[in-house]
C-alpha cells in the first residue's frame, strides 16, 4: 500500500495532506488512488486514505474513506485491523465537524448489532460517554440491553449508565425493567448509595439514584 509504504504512521498520512494542500500538488493523491487497485478490499488502506484528506481538510473524501473503510470490516470480521480501531475514528470525525446525534444513532446501532461481550460494542460504548454524554437519550434501550447482558461490569459501563441517568425520564420505564430483569438495580441502588456517603457534595450519585427511584 502506498501510504504504509512511505509513511511510519496515520500522522504522516496528514502531514502529507497538510504538505500537498500547501503546495497546491496532488502527486500524492494520485499515488493513493493508483494504489486503490490493489489495496481496494483492505481497510487499513482507507484508513489511511483518510487521514490524507483529513490533512487536505476535504470533509466529503475523508468521510467517504472513513465510511468505505468501515463497510469493508462489517462484511468481514476477521479483518487484520480491528473494526474497533475504525469505530473510534469516526466518532472523533462526528464530533468535529458536530455531528452529535447521527453519530449517537450508528453508535446505539453498532451496539444493537454487536454481541455484547465484542471489542466492537465496548468501544462504540466508550465513544458515547467519551464524545457524545450530553446527546445519549436515556430510554435508549439497546443501550440498557447492552449494560444489562455484560458479564462484568467496569469503567465504560459504569459512565455510561450514568451519563444516561443523566437524562432519564421515568416514564420510560425500559431502563428500570431491563436493570431488574438482570438484577442489576438492587446493586446499582448499593452502590449509589454507598458514593452518596462519601462524596456528599456529588451530584452523581443524588441524580443517579433519583432516576433509580430511590432518593
Not at 487497485?37 to 466529503?60: H, I, L, M, Q, V
Not at 434501550?141 to 458479564?151: K, Q
Request: with cysteine; hydrophobic share 40%; glycine share 4%.
Amino acid at each position: 500500500m502506498f501510504l504504509r509504504r512511505r509513511y511510519a504512521d496515520a500522522l504522516s498520512a496528514v502531514i502529507a495532506g497538510q504538505t500537498q494542500l500547501a503546495s497546491g500538488a496532488r502527486f500524492i493523491e494520485g499515488c493513493i488512488r493508483e494504489a486503490e487497485r490493489k489495496s481496494a478490499d483492505d481497510p487499513a488502506y482507507w484508513r489511511e486514505r483518510a487521514e490524507y484528506y483529513r490533512g487536505r481538510n476535504e470533509t466529503a473524501q475523508e468521510e467517504d474513506a472513513r465510511l468505505h473503510a468501515l463497510a469493508l470490516t462489517e462484511s468481514n470480521p476477521s479483518s487484520a485491523l480491528p473494526r474497533r480501531f475504525l469505530l473510534s475514528d469516526y466518532s472523533s470525525f462526528s464530533l468535529c465537524h458536530d455531528r452529535n446525534p447521527g453519530a449517537v444513532d450508528w453508535l446505539c446501532r453498532e451496539i444493537e448489532n454487536s454481541s455484547a461481550d465484542s471489542d466492537d460494542a465496548k468501544q462504540a460504548a466508550s465513544a458515547l460517554w467519551e464524545r457524545f454524554a450530553n446527546d445519549i437519550r436515556g430510554d435508549e434501550g439497546a443501550l440498557w440491553t447492552w449494560l444489562a447482558n455484560r458479564a462484568k461490569w467496569e469503567f465504560t459501563e459504569e459512565r455510561l449508565l450514568f451519563a444516561m441517568l443523566k437524562f432519564f425520564d421515568p416514564a420510560h420505564t425500559v431502563g428500570l425493567d431491563v436493570l431488574a430483569k438482570a438484577g442489576l438495580r438492587d446493586e446499582l441502588v448499593a452502590h449509589y448509595r454507598d458514593m452518596q456517603k462519601r462524596m456528599p457534595t456529588s451530584d452523581a450519585p443524588r441524580v443517579a439514584m433519583a432516576a433509580l427511584g430511590e432518593m
